[in-house]
């Protein structure tokens, strides 16, 4: 069997797992479409202490209305970095929605709900937790590094690496060792998400 053409491809996971899955052009739009690093971030920065001294807390079960403001202020300017480089992705309440079955509202009325429902994991019970040590150089500066491309301001976002560069005393956007090697910022928006359409093009 040869190499399947996207149409192809889709249309194969559609039949394994269901019509569930949005073709993509370009590679930008999956990576701004991950929810985890903004949603990880509002939810452990609220609860270092509770992670430092191991214990056990449901991670749903304390996403209260100050993790929801942090959430929603974060899931706006990734959607913002996506609008920069004229993408459109879903919100994080849509996914919320999509990958709970829980009803669009404020995000932590969706999170009681997916507690009540028993689909609650617990939250990360040490500081060595890839929630912060993958998600904040690979997620949160990433987006904040896309973000200056697309020339969109991330104030939260930027105030949530510093938050955590003190609280663990390291730099998170230097462990990105991505970033110099992709070279984000050279040529800017337009030149970067063209990047990303050839490495998406089956040709490629």
Do not use: K
């Amino acid at each position: 069997m040869g190499p399947l053409d996207p149409s192809e491809a889709r249309q194969l996971c559609a039949d394994l797992f269901g019509d569930r899955f949005v073709a993509a052009d370009n590679l930008l739009t999956p990576t701004l479409a991950n929810i985890n690093p903004i949603a990880h971030a509002a939810e452990v920065i609220p609860n270092l202490t509770r992670m430092e001294a191991g214990e056990a807390w449901s991670l749903f079960g304390h996403f209260t209305a100050v993790v929801g403001r942090m959430a929603e202020a974060l899931d706006l300017e990734r959607r913002a970095v996506a609008q920069g480089f004229g993408l459109e992705v879903p919100s994080l309440r849509q996914h919320y929605a999509r990958s709970y079955h829980v009803p669009e509202g404020p995000l932590h009325t969706m999170a009681a709900a997916i507690t009540a429902n028993g689909m609650s994991p617990n939250g990360p019970a040490s500081l060595q937790h890839r929630y912060v040590l993958e998600d904040a150089p690979f997620g949160l500066a990433f987006l904040e590094a896309l973000g200056r491309a697309a020339g969109v301001r991330t104030p939260v976002l930027s105030a949530c690496l510093g938050l955590l560069a003190v609280a663990y005393g390291r730099d998170f956007r230097a462990d990105n060792f991505l970033l110099d090697a992709l070279d984000i910022a050279g040529g800017g928006a337009d030149a970067l998400l063209a990047r990303c359409a050839a490495a998406a093009s089956p040709a490629s």
